[in-house]
Nanobody, 122 residues
Framework: VQLQASGGGLVQAGGSLRLSCAAS????????MGWFRQAPGKEREFVAG????????AYADSEKGRFTISRDSSKNTLYLQMNSLKPEDTAVYYC????????????????WGQGTQVTVSS
């Protein structure tokens, strides 16, 4: 499966952004999906995950209540709605996919898209 993320940009603290990830090449509904991020000088970290059906989602503690992951199978697209953004959310955000939901939650997804830069100014 090929993944193409978009929607990053520069936003002030407290603002919002919505990231999108277009999936192609395989059946979208066969894959569990997620978002990771990597800030400068830091390791990649799990942000959010969603199962195939869109019925179950999980978030890193720092994102709970601020970020919402969703998917639209009719458009083969994954989303990440980010609200109340903080400067520490600045990172490159990556869309990921795996046939195992566990592999996403435990940070071992098979498929990675290219990243999209999110910069939050204070």
């Amino acid at each position: 499966v090929q993944l193409q993320a978009s929607g990053g940009g520069l936003v002030q603290a407290g603002g919002s952004l919505r990231l999108s990830c277009a999936a192609s090449g395989r059946t979208f509904s066969d894959y569990n999906m997620g978002w990771f991020r990597q800030a400068p000088g830091k390791e990649r970290e799990f942000v959010a995950g969603i199962n195939r059906a869109g019925s179950n989602s999980a978030y890193a503690d720092s994102e709970k209540g601020r970020f919402t992951i969703s998917r639209d199978s009719s458009k083969n697209t994954l989303y990440l709605q980010m609200n109340s953004l903080k400067p520490e959310d600045t990172a490159v955000y990556y869309c990921v996919a795996d046939q195992s939901y566990t592999e996403i939650i435990f940070s071992r997804p098979n498929y990675w898209g290219q990243g999209t830069q999110v910069t939050v100014s204070s």
